[in-house]
């Protein structure tokens, strides 16, 4: 196979390495400030989808709410253990902080 055939292979299969809650979470990590809206724009999700992960990582403690005047601010939680049962021996930090572009980005942690 080229290249190009690769490409429209990988492309036609429509998976992701990560899942939806992966890449919000990874989004607000970078973003803390953005609005649901603009997450989902980014994302490529709906708004309600993307309200229903926040209020799942919300719920399970890996994402707080600072309200500043009418809009949101994320805080993470990056000493969390990953979800899945493989992985609990991993912080969030060990693995979306490795992936973040910028690792000395002035991103707001939980104390």
Do not use: C
């Not at 009418?70 to 899945?84: A, E, I, T």
């Amino acid at each position: 196979m080229r290249g190009t055939e690769i490409k429209r292979a990988i492309e036609a299969r429509h998976w992701t390495f990560l899942t939806n809650h992966g890449v919000v979470f990874f989004h607000i990590l970078q973003h803390p400030g953005d609005t649901i809206r603009r997450i989902a724009d980014h994302l490529g999700l709906a708004e309600r989808t993307v309200a229903g992960i926040l209020h799942d990582l919300r719920q399970e403690g890996y994402v707080s709410v600072i309200k500043e005047g009418r809009r949101n601010r994320y805080v993470v939680r990056p000493d969390l253990p990953m979800r899945h049962h493989s992985l609990d021996e991993f912080s969030v930090e060990d693995f979306f902080f490795e992936l973040s572009p910028d690792k000395e980005k002035d991103t707001q942690a939980a104390d």
